[in-house]
């Protein structure tokens, strides 16, 4: 599901990323707000966000996520490279053992078909938490 397109939203760091992640968030209704989402944001060459999608809903505290689906949209939209996103609405901002792995999978994919993963964002109602700006190697 498409929820942004076009854009003149630049990523080269990660707060205006988190910042429409979680105004988009508080739009939905309270139930939903429950669930993870799992989002991949699609950058130009020049770091310029081409659209958002949410690629997952999941449960409380788990998002069924796979390289195939957050990558399909990366490649038919010629995508130079993703930022990965989801919400935690648990609160907490450190990632889990299943976001640590299952940004490794994405970032190797990615490496194999040549679009870049630049970052991970955590969201919460009160802050983000970023894989870049933490020092985690990606």
Same mark, same amino acid.
């Given at each position: 599901m498409i929820i942004l397109k076009d854009k003149a939203i630049e990523a080269t760091n990660p707060q205006p990323v988190a910042a429409i992640l979680q105004e988009w968030l508080a739009t939905v209704d309270d139930t939903d707000r429950l669930k993870e989402h799992f989002f991949v944001v699609l950058l130009d060459a020049r770091m310029r966000v &081409?659209?958002?999608d949410v690629v997952s809903? =999941?449960?409380?505290?788990? *998002?069924? /996520?796979?390289?195939?689906? /957050? !990558? $399909?949209?990366? $490649? #038919?939209?010629a995508a130079n490279s993703i930022i990965i996103a989801h919400n935690h609405p648990s609160d907490m901002r450190e990632? *889990?053992?299943?976001?640590?792995? $299952? #940004? +490794? +999978?994405? &970032?190797? #994919? =990615?490496a194999i078909i040549g679009i870049d993963l630049v970052d991970h964002l955590i969201l #919460?109602? *009160? =802050?983000?938490?970023? !894989? /870049?700006?933490n020092g985690n190697a990606l």
């Open positions: &081409k659209l958002v809903v =999941g449960t409380l505290n788990a *998002s069924l /996520v796979h390289p195939r689906e /957050v !990558f $399909i949209r990366a $490649i #038919t939209a990632p *889990s053992d299943a976001d640590l792995s $299952i #940004t +490794r +999978r994405l &970032k190797e #994919t =990615g #919460t109602t *009160s =802050g983000y938490y970023s !894989f /870049v700006e």
